[in-house]
């Protein structure tokens, strides 16, 4: 019995664990697809935009999991900043050109 009860818990974990992740998968995909639509990304900004993302939202969920209060602040500041320069470099827009889309992106994300 003590088992199948252990079984039935690894299980309903690694459905979680899958669905969160394709869900991830899903907003990436979404949000890479935005950028290279509004910035007219080429093929291989497309993949270095869709390398960096995933390097994001790794970095990001490592950042939330690991630290507490002003240090965890202070992480995510730093993984936000890291992408956004690398966000900027490939689409060759500013941070201030950039503001309007990721806007978007923040409100459209969620609901992804």
């Known amino acids: 019995m003590k088992k199948l009860a252990l079984v039935l818990i690894m299980?309903?974990?690694?459905?979680?664990v899958y669905a969160q992740n394709k869900t991830q998968d899903k907003k990436i995909k979404y949000f890479v697809e935005a950028a290279v639509k509004e910035f007219s990304l080429n093929e291989d900004q497309?993949?270095?935009?869709?390398?960096?993302?995933?390097?994001y939202?790794?970095?990001?969920?490592?950042?939330?999991?690991s630290s507490e209060g002003e240090e965890k602040k202070t992480k995510l500041n730093e993984v936000n900043t890291k992408f956004?320069?690398?966000?900027?470099?490939?689409?060759g827009k500013?941070?201030?050109?950039?503001?309007?889309?990721?806007?978007r992106m923040r409100e459209?994300?969620?609901k992804v």
């Open 94 to 103: 500013t941070n201030g050109e950039l503001q309007p889309f990721l806007a």
């Open 108 to 110: 459209e994300l969620p």
């Open 11 to 16: 299980i309903a974990s690694f459905t979680g």
């Open 46 to 55: 497309h993949k270095e935009l869709l390398d960096a993302r995933n390097a």
């Open 57 to 65: 939202i790794t970095d990001y969920m490592t950042a939330a999991k």
């Open 84 to 91: 956004n320069q690398i966000l900027a470099k490939i689409t």
